[in-house]
């Protein structure tokens, strides 16, 4: 995972769907990464999908101010981990990350046939 991506994401908004469009590059490791909400906004924030049982962190203002204050005072029996908990930033780097791995998948299948072929002929 090296390239940045732009990403859709559906969100449900005042009880209609839009779509936002989240710029996506890798940041360290495999979990974390920059998230840049296309709006011309100049800025990235931090995104850390292993955070909060695996909900999520974002450096944005929603996060920290409509989800993170709800996520802190959980328990462990009330943990509520659905998409409705995480902003559209996290979305997007969940998105991306399923991009890759079906991107890898699938150049693994792809590298197993012609080897398959190989042998066969």
Not at 12 to 20: A, D, F, L, P
Not at 74 to 80: F, L, M, P, V, Y
Not at 96 to 107: F, P, S
Request: aromatic share 10%; glycine share 6%; charged share 30%.
């Amino acid at each position: 995972m090296s390239e940045t991506r732009l990403i859709p994401v559906a969100i449900k908004h005042r009880g209609s769907w839009k779509i936002n469009f989240v710029n996506v590059t890798p940041f360290e490791g495999l979990l974390r990464f920059h998230a840049q909400s296309e709006r011309g906004r100049a800025t990235k924030y931090l995104v850390d999908l292993d955070a909060y049982w695996t909900l999520g962190f974002c450096g944005c203002e929603n996060f920290g101010i409509n989800i993170e204050p709800i996520v802190k005072k959980w328990q462990a029996d009330e943990r509520e981990i659905t998409d409705a908990r995480r902003c559209k930033h996290i979305l997007a780097c969940r998105q991306y990350v399923g991009a890759e791995l079906l991107d890898m998948l699938l150049r693994l299948r792809r590298r197993e046939t012609n080897k398959t072929r190989r042998e066969n002929e």
